[in-house]
């Protein structure tokens, strides 16, 4: 099992069926699988998403940083409710954003974050890199290299990577396991090609699977046979 893990949710992971907003059954479920990863030693970091309430590329005609700090503002409210919800389960946790909102959050400094994966808190970053034209996925994959994650788990609608699109592709196959290079070259839709360059460069793999069964967490956490790995 990996010791370090850095699971990277999207909005819509937390909106359930009703693909807007946030389902409080479905946090609900999320949170019971990250407690019980927890309990089993696990260090946990999480990097969440927005595009349950807002995505950059939704303001077509607005300048693009200001739809981009918009979905930072997004994540800060999911990080919110995570946050709570992790908490009423008897678990510290800290909420660390890239865009300083001293009010609800500490900002990121790295020591910091550091610090509280030792004292066996659950870390939560928001707000992305802080940077318009950066996706979470990129700040997904910063901060793991950051704090020095084993793994990034990458909780996905569909069960790992596939060679195309299988929604638009009746023909695209799954594969277990694919190297950065294969995802680069092949332009295949894990992560975006800086995160995965970050990735490459600091060797840290990850894991792609379906977040349908939110105990799919702990298996990816345990290295077992699911989704697709990325090293």
């Known amino acids: 099992m990996y010791k370090r ?7 819509e992971a937390l909106a359930g069926e009703n693909k807007t907003g946030i389902d409080e059954k479905t946090l609900n ?3 019971d699988a990250i407690k019980e990863l927890y309990d089993m030693g696990v260090e946990i970091a999480i990097v969440v998403g927005g595009g349950n309430f807002w995505r950059g590329k939704y303001g077509e005609n607005m300048v693009r940083t200001t739809a981009d700090y918009m979905g930072m503002l997004a994540t800060a409210m999911n ?16 909420l660390q ?5 001293r009010q609800i959050a500490e900002p990121f400094t790295q020591r910091r ?34 704090i020095g994650a084993n793994a990034i788990l990458v909780a996905k609608t569909i069960d790992g990577v596939y060679t195309a699109d299988p929604k638009l592709d009746p023909t695209a196959q799954k594969i277990d396991h694919v190297t950065y290079q294969e995802i680069l070259e092949k332009d295949l ?34 290295e077992e046979n699911i989704g697709t790995k990325v090293d």
């Not at 990080?79 to 800290?94: M, V």
């Not at 707000?127 to 950051?146: I, K, M, N, Q, V």
């Open 5 to 11: 893990v850095l699971l990277k949710l999207s909005g």
């Open 29 to 31: 479920e999320i949170c």
């Open 79 to 94: 990080g919110l409710a995570l946050q709570d919800a992790i908490e009423k389960r008897g678990i510290a946790t800290r």
């Open 97 to 101: 954003t890239a865009i300083e909102m």
């Open 113 to 146: 974050a550091m610090r509280h994966l030792e004292k066996g808190r659950i870390l939560i970053f928001s707000c992305g890199t802080g940077s318009p034209f950066f996706s979470t996925d990129t700040a997904a994959a910063l901060r793991a290299a950051e």
């Open 189 to 222: 839709k894990v992560m975006d090609s800086t995160a995965i360059s970050i990735c490459k460069d600091n060797d840290i793999p990850l894991v792609v699977f379906a977040m349908s069964n939110p105990k799919n967490i702990i298996k990816a956490a345990n």
